[in-house]
């Protein structure tokens, strides 16, 4: 059925959000079968989502190689593209979730400018905050793939 969904997500144009998930799993884990153990589901089904997210794209993502499955070029350059994207989406939904109140305010800002975060945001975040009736502000800089930097006022 999780399937079915997906196929009709790329028939209605609907951005197949859990094949692109498959993807960046089976980028960073090196394989369709450890992507499997890592998304909790079966080779078949990684590998359908494969499927589902080629005829979207309308390019080949991986190609077999006897028993190995490798990422093309252009499914290695997609997963890279929409890695970081990805993890951010979990990363603030996460940190949203963990630190909701029914009162609390709270502004996720993301920048991969980290000049504009340490020149102009962070120096501000205190005063934006008092000044906006303690709104929570975090702050995510990506400086590169693997550091992230936190700031909650």
Same mark, same amino acid.
């Given at each position: =059925?999780?399937? *079915?969904? #997906?196929?009709?997500?790329?028939?209605? /144009? &609907?951005?197949?959000?859990?094949?692109?998930?498959? *993807?960046?799993?089976?980028?960073? &884990? !090196?394989?369709?079968?450890?992507?499997? +153990?890592?998304? !909790? @589901? +079966?080779?078949?089904?990684?590998?359908?989502?494969?499927?589902?997210?080629?005829?979207?794209? %309308?390019?080949?993502?991986?190609?077999?190689? !006897?028993?190995?499955?490798?990422? +093309?070029?252009? %499914?290695?350059?997609?997963?890279?593209?929409?890695?970081?994207?990805?993890?951010?989406? %979990? $990363? @603030?939904?996460?940190? =949203?979730?963990?630190?909701? /109140?029914?009162?609390?305010?709270?502004?996720?800002?993301?920048?991969?400018?980290? @000049?504009?975060?340490?020149?102009?945001?962070?120096?501000?975040?205190?005063? $934006?905050?008092? &000044?906006?009736?303690?709104?929570?502000?975090?702050?995510? #800089? #990506?400086?590169?793939?693997?550091?992230? =930097?936190?700031?909650? $006022?």
């Amino acid at each position: =059925m999780f399937i *079915l969904a #997906s196929q009709q997500a790329a028939q209605d /144009d &609907e951005v197949p959000l859990n094949a692109i998930r498959a *993807l960046v799993t089976v980028a960073g &884990e !090196g394989s369709v079968t450890r992507a499997a +153990t890592a998304l !909790g @589901t +079966t080779q078949s089904s990684v590998s359908r989502y494969l499927s589902v997210l080629r005829d979207y794209l %309308g390019a080949d993502l991986n190609e077999r190689r !006897g028993r190995r499955s490798d990422l +093309t070029d252009f %499914g290695r350059l997609f997963a890279n593209a929409v890695s970081e994207s990805l993890e951010t989406v %979990g $990363f @603030t939904a996460k940190r =949203m979730r963990r630190r909701a /109140d029914a009162g609390t305010n709270r502004i996720v800002v993301r920048t991969s400018l980290s @000049t504009f975060a340490f020149s102009l945001l962070i120096p501000n975040l205190q005063a $934006f905050s008092a &000044e906006a009736g303690g709104v929570i502000v975090d702050v995510v #800089s #990506s400086l590169c793939r693997h550091l992230r =930097m936190i700031l909650i $006022f």
